[in-house]
């Protein structure tokens, strides 16, 4: 069995955001050389998200405002965790967005389903943050 490891770096200019990663991941795929397995791709830190879902404006716009209604950033002493950090609502939207994906690995593709991509959501930006990319198989 092969197995791949890569970290990949991602630093956003805003508090919130969202990037379509399926070309990085996909060229993590092709790096590995591996045709058939499993490939887990997960956020490194505790208030950003990997999640698969349509890569169309209107919809991540939707997903800022429902993540708004849910957990609002503001104002910030709403919530127990603001004591040093303001970032409660990006641990809370990150619980929601989720933490990994694993995607199946067949003839060398991602398996997706239809309009299937692959997201990096971002709720305390403005850093220097790590996405894992684990690839298992043969
Ligand atoms: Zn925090």
Redo the contacts with the bound molecule.
Sequence with gaps: MKSYRKELYFSTRTRRAFINITPQVEECLRESGIKEGLLLCNAMHI?SSVFINDDESGLHSDFERFLEKLAPEKPYDQYA?NGY?D??D??LKRTIMGREVVVAVTNGRLDFGPWEQIFYGEFDGKRSKRVLVKIIGE
Excluded: K, L, R
């Design positions: 208030t965790h950090e970032n409660a990006a641990h």
